[in-house]
């Protein structure tokens, strides 16, 4: 009679079973339904924490030594393109500059001159020429009359010897006087003279011809006495050239006393102190523009299966409780960032274990999303890409 006692409470239990069942197998229904839809979200997404803002830090750097007099700016002052920073003492460049203005007067009035000479020596050398080759003329003219008159003199005094030796003949013979004698003597004693007179002056013309000859190849020399003139005319004006550079230049370190804002943005890592002596390229402080910032985060190479430029990205900001933003895959690096690290991976040498490499990838985020310029380089974001339909 005890068996059947405890076998009474089975129907009871089945039932309310029963009951239960529609809701047991909803419930399961919905879990599966849940378990499914969050991994095909998960299947259709990328995400990484290893990702920060990235953006451009524009150093302002002098370009001129000397002494800082003014410093115009503080930390995280915001500043216009062009907005002056930093003077440095200006003296010593405006002592170069007006030397160097100094120089390039001087050098413009030597290559005026310079190019003046040139047709000054055009024109003299053409004159020296024509003037050498009357002078050749003249010198020659002079000894063909000097030649004539030899052959006169020569004649004279051949004439002369034989009246004399007729005269000496007549002379013996008492046909004639001595006076006569002396007389015919003395004429032939002159016309010798003449003719040594007339030699001389033959001799006199010929060096003249030859004086007259080198004036000439010496006047001949025309072009390149032009040549010599235009030369020096050149280089007066390569000079001029050169004074020029330098007054550009000093022109230059002058402005360069004065450091200006390269970029609109934020100051950053101020270090310019008025007083201090700074040397050319030493950086004084930096320039951090918010307009243009984005997003670099490093995947794993076994992430980039189904990533593709383009696919839209939700970005989740650490520094604003997860403040979302949206954006876009800009770019992936061609590297991995180990082999732009300063010691990369030699894989060949020593034991090999294999790492997953990450790959840097440059997300852009939209317009319009950061008035207040609240995405600060550095700042650490989770970005998460839609990959689904890749």
């Known amino acids: 009679m005890a068996e059947p006692e405890a076998e009474a409470p089975k129907p009871a239990l089945s039932s309310r079973l029963k009951g239960r069942a529609p809701f047991i197998i909803a419930g399961a229904a919905l879990a599966l339904l849940v378990i499914a839809a969050l991994w095909w979200r998960a299947a259709g997404r990328e995400s990484t924490d290893d990702a920060q803002i990235d953006g451009h830090v524009s150093p302002v750097a002098a370009k001129v030594s000397g002494t800082v007099t003014a410093v115009f700016v503080n930390d995280n002052q915001v500043v216009g393109e062009g907005t002056v920073l930093v003077r440095i003492d200006p003296r010593d460049y405006e002592t170069a500059l007006s030397r160097a203005r100094a120089d390039l007067a001087d050098a413009e009035a030597a290559a005026r001159a310079a190019r003046a000479s040139v047709p000054m020596a055009t024109t003299t050398a053409a004159a020296g020429v024509k003037e050498a080759s009357g002078e050749v003329g003249t010198a020659e003219a002079r000894v063909a009359a000097a030649r004539a008159q030899v052959e006169e003199a020569r004649a004279n005094e051949a004439k002369a010897a034989k009246d004399l030796e007729r005269i000496a003949v007549l002379l013996q013979k008492d046909e004639i006087s001595r006076q006569e004698h002396d007389r015919v003597a003395a004429e032939a004693t002159a016309a ?199």
């Open 192 to 390: 010798r003279a003449r003719r040594e007179a007339a030699e001389a002056a033959l001799r006199e013309a010929g060096h003249g011809v030859s004086t007259a000859g080198a004036s000439l190849q010496k006047a001949q020399t025309v072009p390149e006495q032009v040549r010599i003139a235009t030369a020096q005319a050149e280089v007066a004006d390569a000079r001029v050239l050169r004074a020029r550079a330098a007054l550009e230049q000093a022109l230059l370190n002058r402005q360069y006393t004065e450091l200006k804002a390269p970029v609109a943005g934020i100051i950053s890592k101020r270090s310019a102190e008025v007083g201090q002596v700074v040397q050319a390229g030493q950086a004084l402080m930096a320039v951090v523009p918010l307009e243009d910032v984005w997003v670099t985060a490093n995947f794993k190479e076994t992430q980039l299966k189904k990533i593709r430029i383009g696919q839209p990205v939700t970005i989740s900001v650490d520094a604003y409780g997860g403040r979302k933003y949206r954006g876009h895959v800009d770019s992936i690096a061609a590297a991995t960032g180990a082999r732009f690290s300063l010691l990369p991976p030699e894989n060949a040498t020593g034991n090999f274990v294999k790492v997953v490499q990450r790959v840097p990838v440059k997300i852009v985020i939209d317009k319009g999303q950061d008035g207040e310029h609240l995405l600060r380089p550095g700042l650490s974001v989770t970005p998460t890409v839609s990959v689904r339909g890749s």
